[in-house]
């Protein structure tokens, strides 16, 4: 059974949840994480998942934008003491765009001791990709895409998943007309949703290249879109986030509608 491991739902200022960062286990147990929120929080809701670093060997890293980025540097660093110790078997292999193979590579000579560093290249893997681009990812074969973002470059993803269906992930702004070919008519769409449409002039999402709950699914009404996921959200509605988000996707979205807290999984 192939599943969606929430790690985080939150953007980039939360206090009451982690920033949006995921896994995709395909029907064999492997995993294919995505990005790694802002810090070693990363390593708390592996450990809530009950995910294993060890077992960890593909993570795609979409912009460099701190509750994305962070993360990964603390997965890189435990892995290397993993393989060090002789505890971590196989290859880790990280897929990002150009500017960001740079800057991790750059915060990892400067944080990291001599001995992780040494695996780079070796061991520990920075593949860069570009826009269009498709790799062999698990048995996945992953299209990534430019969402041509204005703040940071940023990339998203289409896949099929091994039960036939298609899984959509926009990153973290809003799906733009160059990106829809990617969300048409998909089974799962991973989309974010800063907060409710009633909200907007306190959260001020479009300032911020984002959209609310009402856009994100409008959007997916007219793509055709079987399921919709909506994360990356504020945390001050945290409680009631769920009931809240589904109410008002539901006056504009005909589909299925996935409001995930942290450490929620999701058959896919």
């Known amino acids: 059974m192939e599943k969606l491991i929430v ?15 995921f896994l995709l ?21 592996l450990e809530k ?35 060090e110790s002789g505890a971590y078997e196989g290859d880790l292999h990280i897929y990002c765009h150009e500017e ?24 520990i893997w920075i593949h860069q990709i570009e826009d269009g681009e498709e790799r062999k990812i698990l ?11 204005t703040k940071a470059r940023q990339f998203g993803f289409v896949t099929t998943l091994n039960n036939g269906k298609r899984l959509t992930f926009c990153g973290d702004e809003p799906c733009q007309e160059h990106c829809r070919q990617y969300a048409l008519e998909t089974d799962y769409l991973l989309h974010e949703a800063f907060c409710l449409y009633g909200q907007r002039d306190i959260f001020k ?7 609310t709950v009402k856009e994100a699914a409008e959007l997916a009404e007219e793509l055709g879109v079987k399921n919709l996921l909506l994360w990356h959200t504020e945390d001050q509605n945290i409680r ?29």
């Open 100 to 123: 960001l193979t740079e800057i991790i590579r750059k915060i990892c000579e400067m944080t990291l001791v001599g001995k992780i560093m040494a695996l780079f290249d070796h061991r």
């Open 25 to 45: 286990q395909d029907s064999r147990g492997r995993y294919f994480m995505v990005d790694a929120g802002g810090g070693n929080g990363i390593l708390t809701h």
């Open 205 to 211: 999402p479009y300032e911020k290249c984002h959209s």
């Open 7 to 21: 790690l985080g739902t939150g953007n980039a200022s939360v206090t009451r949840c982690f920033n949006t960062c």
């Open 240 to 268: 009631k986030r769920k009931s809240l988000y589904k109410k008002e996707a539901k006056k504009y979205y005909k589909g299925t509608t996935f409001v995930p807290y942290d450490g929620e999984m999701i058959e896919l």
């Open 49 to 83: 998942a009950q995910v294993s670093l060890k077992d960890v060997h593909d993570l795609f890293v979409t912009h460099k934008h701190t509750d994305h980025l962070l993360g990964v540097i603390w997965v890189i660093r435990n892995v290397g003491q993993m393989m």
């Open 139 to 149: 048995d996945y074969n992953v299209h990534f895409f430019d969402i041509r973002s």
